[in-house]
């Protein structure tokens, strides 16, 4: 089994911004293709942007580029979204993902293998 645990979420004004980890733990736990989704009440998780095993490819959402950056940290376990230039409609909760396919782009939810439990992030207008 395999544990994610997300932490960094909380309140920040516009043009603000915030990091939020993911780390990673279990024994079966090896390297995997790490993402982020985020979800507001009512409406589906949506995709927000993935890296690959090695760290060396990253992907994300039309509506994140240039504001959001995904890192990992083997070493560590360890996944980060840096996200600079925060808007209100950034407001969600944001889930750590993991999945064994390489494809970065397409991913839907059901293909996800772990869910983290979800940090939220408000942005404040």
């Known amino acids: 089994q395999v544990q994610l645990a997300e932490s960094g979420g909380g309140l920040v004004q516009a043009g603000g911004s915030l990091r939020l980890s993911c780390a990673a733990s279990g024994r079966t736990f090896i390297p995997r293709t790490m993402g982020w989704f985020r979800q507001v009440p009512g409406k589906e998780r949506t995709f927000v942007g993935a890296?690959?095993?090695?760290?060396?490819?990253?992907a994300y959402a039309d509506f994140v580029k240039g504001r959001f950056t995904i890192s990992r940290d083997n070493t560590k376990n360890t996944v980060y979204l840096q996200m600079n230039s925060l808007k209100p409609e950034d407001t969600a909760v944001y889930y750590c993902?993991?999945?064994?396919?390489?494809?970065?782009?397409?991913?839907?939810?059901?293909?996800?293998?772990?869910w983290g439990q979800g940090t939220q992030v408000t942005v404040s207008s």
């Open positions: 993902a993991a999945k064994s396919s390489v494809d970065l782009m397409s991913w839907y939810p059901y293909e996800t293998d772990y």
């Open positions: 890296i690959n095993r090695s760290g060396g490819s990253t």
